[in-house]
């Protein structure tokens, strides 16, 4: 399979893309478009952002083709010896799994928009690249030479950004024996000195739990906006990672830049190397369902920051902050009353990153964290602090580039042999059930010299179980708890909140909240274009409260 890429007007985001396939002995080809990408627990359905599909044989002359499936071609090519397929391709979306180009940089996620034969996966694939003389190439596909790639088959390509631009700012260093490079595409001041410490710091740590690294290479791209921005892809070889404004890179957001990067260096072990069953191999073409993203991205949450803190490039004060968001997030969301991790977990295909009905579901990075931080600390209880989980990820690892798979009973089983003590009860309650996690997670804190407290929030709002945004000069419920007293006072989600005690508000609610704190409270809202007038109830133990997390 080779492709020829190129473009013309770059300031309208087309990408021009021509396949040459050899198609001897072939009586009809079939071209799959992926319709999603690892990463991502939801379809993307690129197929939707290509036009001008065509195919023509080696003398130029059109092929039959026809659609299959939304993203499924077939080709009649009987007695043709070759096949050239062309096509644009509209790279308009710029976050850290999209295609995009603009006059800055042509930058591709090959899973978005090239094709594979289904029934021959593992063919060698050739990209050249038509490109301004002044532009280079950052990918960790083999560069062959002349703006020319080479993958040894499709999942390779498929899980291989490539970013090509006159702009990026690149460094390599050797870390444990290992070049890492460092791409950064967009306008940034980098701190390389700082970067570079903290970095090597925890990729000399992660390298040193799992005892080696699977490749000789790993390549970080960071695509950085002048918006705000934060998003990060796995991949085997290298990660993207989208993070802005500007400005704020190596200031407030380098907290961020630190705890995304090392999340996604933690997944070419865990997802990358050590995968679910359920996802051995990647289909491409549909959704890819399991029940164990709770590890997937669980594990991985709390890794990403837990190392940061072990290797000293987090102290505990940051690190602790970052756990506080974990347990508010728990502790706010209704879902954790009504859906496990585990079958949130499967349903993220449908509403993953959306927020979905109320209460319906919890976030598998969020529960998934809270519970790998309660196996954590049972592990260390029961052998005095000398194994943890790192131990139990390590054993699922092969110690190589071949990949690995588990399951639940697999995971189960190893953290019981590495521990030495039953996980039944946490997978029941916890992991499959939907038990309150507070005391599984104050035993947990305790392992560590940790406590938590809970603490009354400031503003009436969350006192009284409600959450607010206001957009566009309008001030709209988000969020009711569950039995709070909003919830019991009939406040509906999307409701717009005119006025309180008939003082008309604007961006100032909890300001006339707290004004009238201890007088009845009466909301005039908009309801789906009427008027309402609704007397709220008292506050009650049901609120959005504020977690502390401190040492003992």
């Not at 110690?399 to 588990?406: A, C, V």
């Amino acid at each position: 399979m080779k492709y020829v890429v190129s473009y013309k007007d770059p300031e309208r985001h087309f990408i021009d893309f021509k396949l040459i396939v050899n198609t001897k002995d072939l009586a009809n080809l079939k071209l799959q478009l992926p319709s999603w990408r690892p990463g991502r627990y939801e379809l993307g359905n690129f197929a939707k952002n290509i036009k001008d599909f065509k195919a023509v044989d080696i003398d130029n002359q059109k092929l039959i083709f026809s659609k299959k499936t939304k993203d499924l071609w077939e080709l009649e090519c009987q007695n043709v010896d070759q096949v050239m397929v062309s096509y644009s391709y509209y790279a308009s979306e710029l976050n850290a799994g999209s295609t995009f180009l603009d006059q800055n940089q042509l930058y591709i996620n090959p899973v978005n928009c090239m094709f594979y034969n289904p029934k021959d996966i593992d063919l060698e694939y050739r990209v050249e690249f038509k490109l301004p003389s002044d532009f280079k190439i950052h990918t960790s596909l083999e560069n062959l030479g002349n703006n020319t790639l080479k993958a040894s088959d499709f999942e390779q390509l498929a899980d291989s950004p490539i970013i090509a631009s006159n702009s990026a700012q690149f460094k390599s260093v050797k870390i444990n024996n290992i070049n890492f490079s460092f791409c950064f595409q967009g306008e940034v001041k980098v701190n390389w000195e700082k970067m570079l410490n903290d970095f090597t710091s925890f990729i000399n740590y992660q390298i040193n739990l799992f005892g080696s690294f699977p490749h000789k290479s790993f390549l970080f791209l960071f695509q950085i906006t002048p918006y705000s921005s934060y998003h990060g892809v796995e991949h085997h070889h290298s990660t993207v990672i989208l993070l802005g404004p500007s400005y704020d890179v190596f200031k407030n957001l380098y907290k961020e830049l630190l705890g995304v990067s090392s999340h996604e260096l933690y997944h070419v072990w865990n997802v990358k190397g050590i995968r679910p069953s359920d996802m051995f191999p990647y289909d491409f073409s549909k959704e890819n369902y399991t029940d164990m993203g709770y590890v997937t991205e669980g594990v991985t949450t709390y890794m990403g920051d837990r190392i940061l803190f072990e290797s000293g490039v987090f102290t505990t004060e940051q690190y602790l902050k970052e756990l506080e968001k974990l347990f508010q997030r728990h502790f706010h969301s209704d879902g954790r009353n009504h859906y496990s991790v585990s079958e949130s977990s499967w349903d993220t295909w449908l509403d993953g990153y959306v927020q979905g009905i109320p209460g319906r579901k919890v976030s598998i990075y969020v529960e998934g964290a809270l519970t790998a931080l309660i196996c954590d600390a049972m592990i260390r209880k029961a052998t005095g602090h000398k194994k943890s989980l790192h131990d139990v990820m390590k054993a699922m690892y092969s110690g190589s580039d071949i990949l690995t798979s588990y399951d639940m009973n697999l995971y189960k089983s190893t953290l019981e042999s590495i521990s030495g003590v039953s996980f039944t009860s946490i997978f029941n309650k916890i992991i499959y059930g939907k038990e309150d996690f507070q005391t599984f997670l104050e035993d947990a804190l305790k392992e560590f010299d940790w406590n938590f407290s809970v603490i009354k929030s400031k503003n009436i709002s969350w006192q009284l179980g409600m959450k607010t945004y206001f957009k566009n000069g309008k001030l709209k419920v988000l969020n009711i708890l569950e039995n709070s007293a909003a919830y019991n006072s009939i406040v509906v989600i999307e409701d717009e909140i005119l006025a309180v005690n008939d003082f008309k508000i604007d961006n100032n609610f909890d300001h006339w909240l707290n004004y009238f704190e201890n007088d009845k409270i009466v909301l005039k809202v908009n309801r789906n274009g009427k008027i309402l007038d609704v007397n709220m109830n008292l506050r009650n133990d049901n609120q959005y409260f504020n977690y502390k997390l401190s040492e003992k």
